[in-house]
């Protein structure tokens, strides 16, 4: 990519889309073509081609996704499969047939079977289930892969995929019921402060083992990507070391500075058992993270603050 390309990024309000606009101004691209959900709604095939027919973008970053936690995953199906795979079949198809010259698919570490042998490299894709939790969710981001590499075998389209682990970071959603794990437990120990509260819920066993990336981060191994990497497939992208949820919850307890009890709620699932991905090929490429947990979830924490503070 040039400095004056012109780049689409797709869903630059959510946390990934918002790491990527970051990103590209740190690099100094400054050509970026963004819409919000009312100027223009991905789900919708019409205004999607009406859109690239006119914008014809150089570059599609492609992080709009309808995403959550696991309740969320577990409880709006029909939104997790049919809003996902309307957003990247409308923008893939329509970047392709409007001369975008390299295209970045986000998907996610849960395409991955629920037991894939740890840690989990690209080629443990479609070789077992899915986690049930999430598996709507998994089966539009495994279509997506598929969607890019048909794109490429087809038409030679340079549609590229990118798997994330588990991310955090600065325009995390903070809500209860739909988020993920690291900015829940983040709202629940900070209220419990406030508040004075002796205990903290945490869902399910603790045992899960997870793997978190500072978002910004996965932006910077996006904009790598772009300059690096033309070649069918998917590569995974993420911190390379894990940690259970207790752990996570001790954690982010010493940063909130809650000293009270943690409660796990074992009625609550667990999800898959540990999800930790190979990056190696990231590494080979000479891409490696440079945001630790314990720095990533305290500058996190001041977002968050400073988010309350303002009234958001
Ligand atoms: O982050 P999370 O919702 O998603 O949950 P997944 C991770 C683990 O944290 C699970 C536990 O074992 C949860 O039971 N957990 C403990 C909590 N307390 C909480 C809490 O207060 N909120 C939440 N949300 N979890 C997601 C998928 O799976 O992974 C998405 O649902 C996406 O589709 C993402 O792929 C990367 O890691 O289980």
Redesign the pocket.
């Known amino acids: 990519m040039k400095r004056e390309s012109s780049i689409f990024v797709a869903g630059h309000r959510g946390m990934v889309g918002s790491a990527l606009v970051r990103a590209l101004h740190a690099g100094g691209f400054e050509n970026l073509i963004l819409r919000d959900r009312s100027e223009l709604d991905l789900t919708r095939q019409a205004d999607v081609e009406r859109f690239f027919a006119t914008a014809r973008p150089e570059y599609v970053l492609l992080a709009a996704a309808k995403?959550?936690?696991?309740?969320?995953?577990?409880s709006l199906p029909v939104q997790?499969i049919y809003d996902n795979l309307a957003i990247q079949t409308n923008v893939i198809d329509a970047a392709h047939r409007n001369g975008t010259r390299k295209l970045l698919f986000l998907g996610?570490?849960?395409v991955y079977p629920r037991l894939a042998p740890q840690p989990i490299t690209e080629a443990s894709l479609l070789t077992g289930p899915l986690?049930p939790?999430?598996e709507w969710?998994?089966l539009a981001?495994i279509a997506g892969i598929k969607m890019c590499e048909a794109y490429r075998r087809q038409y030679g389209f340079n549609a590229i995929s990118v798997m994330?682990?588990?991310?955090y970071g600065p325009e995390d959603n903070f809500d209860?019921t739909s988020?993920?794990?690291?900015p829940?437990?983040l709202r629940?120990f900070h209220e419990a402060v406030e508040r004075g509260s002796p205990t903290v819920?945490?869902?399910?066993?603790?045992a899960?083992r997870?793997e978190f990336l500072h978002v910004d981060d996965l932006a910077a191994a996006c904009l790598f990507l772009m300059e690096r990497l033309d070649e069918a497939g998917w590569i995974n992208v993420g911190a390379g070391t894990e940690l259970t949820?207790a752990e996570?919850?001790r954690t982010l307890a010493r940063v909130t500075g809650f000293r009270g009890e943690i409660r796990f709620?074992t009625s609550?699932?667990?999800?898959?058992p540990r999800?930790l991905l190979d990056s190696s090929r990231m590494r080979a490429l000479g891409w490696a993270p440079s945001i630790s947990l314990e720095d990533g979830v305290r500058s996190t924490y001041d977002w968050y603050r400073s988010r309350r503070r303002a009234g958001a």
């Open positions: 995403v959550g936690g696991i309740l969320a995953n577990d997790f996610s570490s849960c986690e939790t999430n969710y998994a981001k994330p682990t588990n991310l209860l988020s993920h794990v690291l829940a437990l629940k819920e945490v869902w399910g066993s603790g899960p997870r949820i996570l919850a709620d609550k699932p667990d999800g898959t999800k």
